[in-house]
């Protein structure tokens, strides 16, 4: 149960964030493609269970995909695993920094997001 949902979420936060790029919306754009992967990135280690002891957080999350799927599953290229926090960072600026989002950090980070969401897709077929 948890598996698809998080799956359903992840699909929800994608579809989001390209909504939010056309409507020029970068901040909002930045935060939902981190929300889309890290989604993709609980419902695939609920897949393999790879499960926390107490929570989904995103320190959690974040070294899950650096170590355990980029390094030991190889699920995803290596550069994922920067990508991942670059994307983070960028959701950072636009929630928390007195910066925006630009309209180049939003479309990079979709762009990391729908590879680095279909992959993990494409992995759990």
């Known amino acids: 149960m948890e598996y698809s949902t998080y799956w359903a979420k992840a699909a929800e936060s994608l579809a989001t964030a390209e909504l939010c790029l056309e409507r020029d919306w970068y901040n909002s754009c930045a ?8 989604q993709s990135a ?14 989904w957080t995103h320190k959690y999350v974040a070294a899950s995909v650096a170590g355990y799927l980029v390094k030991q599953r190889k699920l995803l290229p290596s550069r994922f695993g920067a990508l991942y926090r670059e994307v983070e960072n960028t959701r950072h600026k636009g929630d928390y920094d007195p910066m925006s989002v630009t309209q180049r ?12 969401v279909a992959i993990l897709r494409e992995a759990m077929e």
Do not use: D, W
Request: hydrophobic share 50%; net charge positive.
């Open 42 to 55: 609980i419902a695939v280690l609920i897949g393999l269970r790879a499960t926390p002891v107490e929570h």
């Open 105 to 116: 950090e939003a479309s990079k980070a979709l762009r990391i997001a729908q590879e680095f």
């Open 31 to 38: 935060n939902r493609c981190y929300y889309a992967m890290f």
